[in-house]
T-cell receptor, first 115, second 114 residues
Framework: DTEVTQTPKHLVMGMTNKKSLKCEQH?????MYWYKQKAKKPPELMFV???????INESVPSRFSPECPNSSLLNLHLHALQPEDSALYLC??????????????FGEGSRLTVL | AQTVTQSQPEMSVQEAETVTLSCTYD???????LFWYKQPPSRQMILVIR??????QNATENRFSVNFQKAAKSFSLKISDSQLGDTAMYFCAFGLYNNNDMRFGAGTRLTVKP
């Protein structure tokens, strides 16, 4: 199994809603990531969980909240989002800490629209 | 800080021909890795090829090969015998040995024409 599974594939929410994006992998990877990708742009790193330790991109607003229940699951909780947060949210995983452990495996993404 | 530059926003190639995508990067580190990722329209991003900086030999994967020029900090991707399924956005990426913050270039949109 070399898949990273993301749900839902599409999400539409209002600015007052609370929703969550989910990501799962069963490759035994110990690092999981959330990336944000705007149209025709490269992915931007939001959060990394590596060996259950969280690293944050300081520019990510607090209305995004990651959660890692275990090493196979990664959630992204969304609250009070803005229309400019509309984007493709990509989950990825890698074997361990750093590029030396191998490449990133990406999910198909969750396309978020904030109205 | 590491930066990755892809200077070709869009490229096109005829089916069965060869195309080269350019990538340059900037780093003061010695222990790093370079990647090319492919993102087809509405499909997930997948790894095309990976190069370890400490290896002088250029990586190859079937029709895909790289020209890694460490001194020039250049990492181009050559696609031979282009196929329609190669149509995608291609991202060059840089990663450090023990750091999870992979840096992506702006991407090159490649269209393979029949």
């Amino acid at each position: 199994d070399t898949e990273v599974t993301q749900t839902p594939k599409h999400l539409v929410m209002g600015m007052t809603n609370k929703k969550s994006l989910k990501c799962e992998q069963h490759m035994g990877h110990r690092a999981m990531y959330w990336y944000k990708q705007k149209a025709k742009k490269p992915p931007e790193l939001m959060f990394v969980y590596s060996y259950e330790k969280l690293s944050i991109n300081e520019s990510v607003p607090s209305r995004f909240s990651p959660e890692c229940p275990n090493s196979s699951l990664l959630n992204l909780h969304l609250h009070a989002l803005q229309p400019e947060d509309s984007a493709l949210y990509l989950c990825a995983s890698s074997l361990g800490q750093g590029a030396g452990t191998g490449e990133l495996f990406f999910g198909e993404g969750s396309r978020l629209t904030v109205l | 800080a590491q930066t990755v530059t892809q200077s070709q926003p869009e490229m096109s190639v005829q089916e069965a021909e060869t195309v080269t995508l350019s990538c340059t990067y900037d780093t003061s580190e010695n222990n790093y890795y370079l990647f090319w990722y492919k993102q087809p329209p509405s499909r997930q991003m997948i790894l095309v090829i990976r190069q370890e900086a400490y290896k002088q030999q250029n990586a190859t994967e079937n029709r895909f090969s790289v020209n890694f020029q460490k001194a020039a900090k250049s990492f181009s991707l050559k696609i031979s015998d282009s196929q329609l399924g190669d149509t995608a956005m291609y991202f060059c990426a840089f990663g450090l040995y023990n750091n999870n913050d992979m840096r992506f270039g702006a991407g090159t949109r490649l269209t393979v024409k029949p």
